[in-house]
C-alpha cells in the first residue's frame, strides 16, 4: 500500500512539474473588492491539492481515531462481560448445588462488574426469597426493576413477595401491570387467580380461570399439555361451585342455582353441584321439590352422598316408607354394593327394624374389616338384649362413641372428614369426598 501511495505522490508531483513549464500565466485571487493576491496557475493548483489532502488526511484521522475509541471499548466491554457471565456461571453452578452463601457471593461478585445485570439481581432475590427473608428478596426485585421496567420475571417475583406478606391490591396491580405487557402471560394469570382465591372472590376467580383456559394452548390426547387443559377445566367447575355457594349463603337464590345448573350442564356427575341445588329447593321452602330433584340425581349418578342426604330430609319429614322404598330401589340395581347394604342396615336400625337390619349386615367380604358394620351390630344386638354378643362385636372394634357414624373420605388424597364437604381441604379438589368404610384413610 505503501509504495502505490509513493508512486501516486511521485506521479502527481511530476504531472504538476511538466505542467508549470507550460502555464507561467497568473491568476487574481480576490480576497475583497479591492484586494487580491496574484498567484500562478500551478501554485494555485498545489495550494488547493494540499488543502484537499489536508482535509481528507484529517477526515481519516478522525475516523481512525473514532473507530479506535470505539473498538476499545467493545473490547472492554466484552472483557467485563465475559467476566460477568464467567461469575454468574460459577453462581448458578452453585445455587444448583444448594451452595447458596458461595452462589451469593460469584454473583454479588457479577454485580460489582456490571450492577444492572438483571439475571444475577433476580438470582440473589430468588436465594432470599427461598430463605425466607422476603425483605432482602423485595430489594433486589426491585433493583432489577429498577434497570428495566419491562423486565417480566422481576415482577412476577416481586407479586409473589406481596402476596407472602398479604398486600393483595399491590399484588394485583403488578398482576395487571404484567398482563399489560403481555397479555397471555400465565404466571400473572395463575398469581392473579390465587389472589381472588385467598380473599375469597371467587366470581372474579372464575373470570380469571376461564382466561387461563383460553391461554392454554390446546394438545393432543395424552399429552400434557391437554392434561392441563383438562384439570384447569374441572377447577373451573369448583371455582363456579364456591360462587354458587357464596350466592347461596347471601341469599342470592336465583344467581346460586343458575350457577349449580351451569356446572351440571358440564359435568351432570357433579355432585356438590346437585346437593346445592337441592338446598336452593328447601331455602325456597320447598322440601318434596328437593326430595324429588336428589332421587332423579341419585338415579343418574348412582350416589350414596345423595342417597345420604335422601335419608336425612325423609327422616327429618317423617316419610320412611319412601326411604326404604328408594334403598330397595338402588340395592336392585346394585346388589354387591357394601355400602348400600350398610346403609340399609342403618336404617333399619334408625326405625327399630332389628330384623331387616341383621339381614343387610349379612354377606359382608369376610376378609375386609369394616369397623361401622361392628359397631352396627353390636348395636342391634345389646339393644336385643344379646349382650354377650354386642360385646364380642364391640371387642372387635376401638371407639364405641361413634356407633352410627361414617366418616368421609378425599378418593384424591385419602384425607380423612367428619363432616361432608363439596371440597376437600386437603388437596383442593372438588366431588372427591365418599364413604370410608374401612378407615384406611390418613389422620
Request: proline share 2%; hydrophobic share 40%; aromatic share 10%.
Amino acid at each position: 500500500m505503501f509504495k502505490f501511495m509513493s508512486v501516486i505522490t511521485i506521479a502527481f508531483l511530476f504531472t504538476i512539474f511538466y505542467l508549470s513549464l507550460y502555464n507561467m500565466n497568473t491568476v487574481k485571487v480576490m480576497i475583497t473588492n479591492d484586494f487580491y493576491y496574484e498567484l500562478p496557475q500551478i501554485a494555485l493548483i498545489m495550494i488547493s491539492a494540499t488543502a484537499g489532502s489536508a482535509f481528507m488526511f484529517l477526515v481519516f484521522v478522525v475516523r481512525d481515531t473514532r473507530n479506535y475509541i470505539k473498538t476499545k471499548k467493545i473490547q472492554k466491554r466484552r472483557k467485563k462481560d465475559e467476566t460477568v457471565q464467567l461469575h454468574y456461571s460459577r453462581a448458578i453452578h452453585n445455587f444448583i448445588g444448594k451452595r447458596t452463601d458461595d452462589a451469593i457471593k460469584d454473583f454479588e461478585l457479577a454485580l460489582k462488574e456490571n450492577p444492572e445485570h438483571c439475571p444475577s439481581l433476580v438470582k440473589v432475590g430468588d436465594i432470599y426469597f427461598d430463605s425466607g427473608d422476603y425483605v432482602k428478596a423485595l430489594e433486589y426485585y426491585q433493583k432489577a426493576v429498577k434497570v428495566d421496567e419491562q423486565n417480566i420475571e422481576a415482577l412476577s417475583k416481586i407479586a409473589g413477595v406481596k402476596m407472602r406478606e398479604n398486600k393483595y391490591s399491590e399484588a394485583e396491580d403488578l398482576c395487571e401491570r404484567i398482563l399489560g405487557l403481555e397479555e397471555d402471560n400465565l404466571t400473572a394469570l395463575y398469581l392473579k387467580r390465587d389472589i381472588y382465591e385467598r380473599q375469597a372472590a371467587w366470581d372474579k376467580v372464575s373470570a380469571t380461570q376461564q382466561l387461563i383456559i383460553n391461554v392454554l394452548p390446546a394438545g393432543t390426547n395424552g399429552t400434557n399439555i391437554a392434561n392441563a387443559k383438562d384439570l384447569e377445566t374441572e377447577r373451573l367447575l369448583g371455582y363456579k361451585y364456591e360462587y354458587g355457594r357464596q350466592c347461596l349463603e347471601s341469599n342470592i337464590l336465583d344467581r346460586a342455582k343458575k350457577e349449580f345448573k351451569e356446572i351440571l350442564k358440564e359435568d351432570d356427575s357433579f355432585i356438590p353441584a346437585h346437593l346445592a341445588v337441592a338446598e336452593v329447593m328447601l331455602k325456597e321452602e320447598s322440601a318434596e321439590a328437593a326430595v324429588t330433584y336428589l332421587e332423579k340425581a341419585r338415579e343418574l349418578t348412582k350416589s350414596v352422598i345423595i342417597l345420604a342426604r335422601i335419608e336425612d330430609l325423609l327422616i327429618t319429614t317423617g316419610e320412611p316408607s319412601r326411604l326404604l322404598k328408594i334403598y330397595r330401589t338402588a340395592q336392585s340395581e346394585d346388589m354387591a354394593s357394601d355400602t348400600l347394604r350398610l346403609f340399609q342396615g342403618k336404617l333399619y336400625y334408625r326405625l327399630e327394624m332389628l330384623d331387616e337390619a341383621m339381614d343387610s349386615l349379612k354377606g359382608f367380604d369376610s376378609g375386609v374389616f369394616y369397623p361401622e358394620l361392628h359397631m352396627l351390630r353390636g348395636g342391634i344386638y345389646l339393644k336385643r338384649g344379646e349382650c354377650e354378643k354386642a360385646a364380642e362385636e364391640f371387642l372387635k372394634i376401638i371407639d364405641l362413641k361413634k356407633a352410627l357414624w361414617i366418616p368421609y373420605i378425599c378418593t384424591h388424597c385419602k384425607t380423612r372428614a367428619d363432616e361432608w364437604s363439596g371440597r376437600c381441604h386437603q388437596c383442593s379438589n372438588w366431588n372427591t369426598f365418599t364413604f370410608d368404610l374401612q378407615g384406611i384413610c390418613k389422620i
